[in-house]
């Protein structure tokens, strides 16, 4: 898999300087508030790096870079339901390449989750921010019995997912009523790193889940190559959207406060090297020698390899969770 199949590199720029503008009119910076770390709630920190008039600070506990001081969760609920970037995400980046992700990214995941659904009993199973629903639609051809439902605070993704016959929560995940410890399994795709407070949201989580049941979610490692390598050029360092970098250690932590079980928590990404590669390349980014050499002058098979070891070491910036609500 490579960068361009699933994130076309002009159009993610225009979408970049587009969520430039829009920072200017959501957001008050004078009204930030500053917050402990979201992961360990440690009060010790260090300044990093500040991007689009945003800063961002590392714990000196568990090392979760973070936005703070952060906007309130109005101002990021109104930038993510009437900007000019977001409507520009969903027809101009995300709908283009919807079919490519399917193929590359949903359908291996439901193929990864479909191992812990293995009786044949009907499994509740929800996803949070559904959008397309494309999960679920993937999910439900490997394991048809199950109940799936859509939770997504977007109406015109809501009317997608009724079209596509699951069963839907028009609502935020924090306001979802009425189901309590009703699912087996929640999902959450590239979404805790977006959120103004993850631990309301994982408290909620585990709330609506069953004794035994799961939550499985991709979100992004703080700690991962590219994103260490480019630092403040990195793409995924880009507020308002990303406010949390978690890495392994970190999120293991935030889990454990709430009262999760940990399964696995990995990295098995395929783009890191990529990335940086097309950094280097597209846009004149030079890390240092050894990098830029690698970049001009390895070859294929190095690369793969290279690719291979950031993952297999939990230093990919792709970071993978599965956990477990105590059956007790």
Same mark, same amino acid.
């Given at each position: ?47 990093? $790096? ?135 399994? $929640? ?32 979100? $992004? ?108």
């Amino acid at each position: 898999m490579k960068e361009e199949e699933i994130r076309k590199r002009d159009i993610f720029n225009k979408y970049l300087k587009l969520v430039e503008k829009d920072v200017k009119r959501y957001f008050d910076f004078k009204f930030f508030k500053k917050i402990a770390c979201p992961a360990c709630d440690g009060k010790v920190v260090k300044n990093e $790096l500040e991007k689009n008039g945003f800063e961002y600070v590392s714990c000196k506990n568990c090392a979760t870079l973070f936005v703070s001081p952060r906007p309130s969760f109005e101002e990021l609920r109104d930038f993510y339901s009437e900007s000019p970037s977001t409507s520009f995400w969903v027809s101009k980046f995300f709908k283009p390449v919807m079919e490519i992700r399917r193929k590359k990214i949903f359908i291996p995941r439901a193929k990864y989750i479909s191992k812990i659904l293995r009786s044949k009993r009907r499994y509740i199973i929800g996803d949070i921010g559904a959008g397309f629903g494309l999960f679920l639609e993937e999910l439900r051809k490997i394991s048809p019995a199950g109940d799936y439902v859509a939770i997504e605070p977007s109406r015109e993704m809501i009317d997608i997912c009724e079209k596509k016959g699951l069963r839907v929560r028009h609502s935020c995940l924090e306001n979802v009523s009425g189901m309590d410890g009703q699912f087996d399994l $929640l999902t959450a795709f590239e979404m805790i790193e977006h959120l103004y407070d993850p631990v309301i949201f994982l408290k909620k989580v585990h709330s609506l889940l069953r004794p035994g049941g799961h939550i499985f979610f991709t979100v $992004l490692n703080g700690k991962g190559f590219d994103v260490l390598l480019l630092w403040e050029k990195s793409k995924m360092i880009i507020p308002p959207l990303h406010l949390n970098l978690f890495n392994p250690k970190s999120i293991r932590c935030l889990l454990e406060r709430i009262g999760f079980e940990i399964i696995e928590i990995s990295t098995p990404g395929k783009l890191d090297w990529d990335i940086v590669e097309g950094m280097i390349k597209s846009e004149g980014v030079v890390p240092d020698r050894f990098w830029m050499t690698l970049a001009q002058e390895s070859d294929s098979r190095c690369k793969v390899e290279l690719q291979d070891w950031i993952s297999r070491n939990n230093l990919s910036s792709h970071m993978r969770v599965l956990a477990k609500k105590p059956n007790k």
